[in-house]
T-cell receptor
Framework: DAKTTQPPSMDCAEGRAANLPCNHSTISGNEYVYWYRQIHSQGPQYIIHGLKNNETNEMASLIITEDRKSSTLILPHATLRDTAVYYCILSMEYGNKLVFGAGTILRVKS | GAVVSQHPSRVICKSGTSVKIECRSLDFQATTMFWYRQFPKKSLMLMATSNEGSKATYEQGVEKDKFLINHASLTLSTLTVTSAHPEDSSFYIC????????????FGPGTRLTVL
């Protein structure tokens, strides 16, 4: 069973920031928060991951609450190509398998 | 960096035949690869974990004699669907743990299998 809860779908206007929430109230101390996305009929794409500090890379920012029970993935300037299913997954950092939930369908609209 | 390829991208076969899918890490060595299956409008389901030089570990409910996994080198894992039936039609996706840090799975583009 997935240990995260995400809204089933969200809409975002092109050029605006997309903020995707994820609840993980039962996260354990050594579990990382991973974000992947899957564009239709493609393999998932790694976005970002973090333990407790906020993280940023060229694709997105990850904001993790201080109690680590929830997080938000931020795509700063969404484009139509960001339309995808976004998965928030908990996993140990080294070599552990990923359990995919239903994810959030993000629709970026012009 | 961290590119994973799969071959073929699409395959159509007759019921009862076997199909082999290859997963390659192109620019890194992967001691561990994973195989997933995804049915239409569903999420990815892990089938097995493949470790180089050893037997694969299968998830509960996945028949190891039907889905043969071979991880013969640090850049190649293969999944063979034996005696395929229409219910095996699915999107098969592999992933590989990037060598060195091994903290991130990188996924292949997937293989669409249709069994007639």
């Amino acid at each position: 069973d997935a240990k995260t809860t995400q809204p089933p779908s969200m809409d975002c206007a092109e050029g605006r920031a997309a903020n995707l929430p994820c609840n993980h109230s039962t996260i354990s101390g050594n579990e990382y928060v991973y974000w992947y996305r899957q564009i239709h009929s493609q393999g998932p794409q790694y976005i970002i991951h973090g333990l407790k500090n906020n993280e940023t890379n060229e694709m997105a920012s990850l904001i993790i609450t201080e109690d680590r029970k929830s997080s938000t993935l931020i795509l700063p300037h969404a484009t139509l190509r960001d339309t995808a299913v976004y998965y928030c997954i908990l996993s140990m950092e080294y070599g552990n398998k990923l359990v995919f939930g239903a994810g959030t369908i993000l629709r970026v609209k012009s | 960096g961290a590119v994973v390829s799969q071959h073929p991208s699409r395959v159509i076969c007759k019921s009862g035949t076997s199909v082999k899918i290859e997963c390659r890490s192109l620019d890194f060595q992967a001691t561990t690869m994973f195989w997933y299956r995804q049915f239409p409008k569903k999420s990815l389901m892990l089938m097995a974990t493949s470790n180089e030089g050893s037997k694969a570990t299968y998830e509960q409910g996945v028949e190891k004699d039907k889905f043969l996994i071979n991880h013969a080198s640090l850049t190649l894992s293969t999944l063979t669907v034996t005696s395929a039936h229409p219910e095996d039609s699915s999107f098969y996706i592999c992933s590989a743990l990037a060598g060195g840090r091994a903290d991130t799975q990188y996924f292949g583009p997937g293989t669409r299998l249709t069994v007639l």
